[in-house]
């Protein structure tokens, strides 16, 4: 069902280029924060991804991928405000 979700939030959204990418919740947060403290709109689709049986356990829960959208003209902006 996410993938359905993101093909057409995609399709009728004018956030379209793809500037970050995480699997942690907490640098989803930061992320989020940094650019909504600069003003930035964004979009975030999400990916749910199982784990598999048997798999290690590890200090993160990488089941869900963030992925952040921009509107092409705020590219250089959501970048710079996300690196700092």
Do not use: C, W
């Not at 379209?16 to 930061?30: D, M, N, R």
């Not at 403290?37 to 964004?42: F, L, N, Q, R, T």
């Amino acid at each position: 069902m996410d993938g359905i979700m993101n093909v057409l939030s995609y399709i009728l959204s004018n956030k379209k280029a793809l500037i970050y990418t995480t699997f942690i919740q907490e640098e989803y947060y930061k992320a989020a924060s940094k650019l909504s403290a600069e003003g930035v709109e964004y979009r975030v689709a999400t990916l749910s991804n199982t784990p598999s049986v048997g798999s290690p356990a590890h200090r993160y829960d990488y089941s869900v991928e963030f992925k952040f959208y921009v509107r092409k003209v705020d590219r250089h902006k959501a970048e710079e405000a996300i690196h700092r």
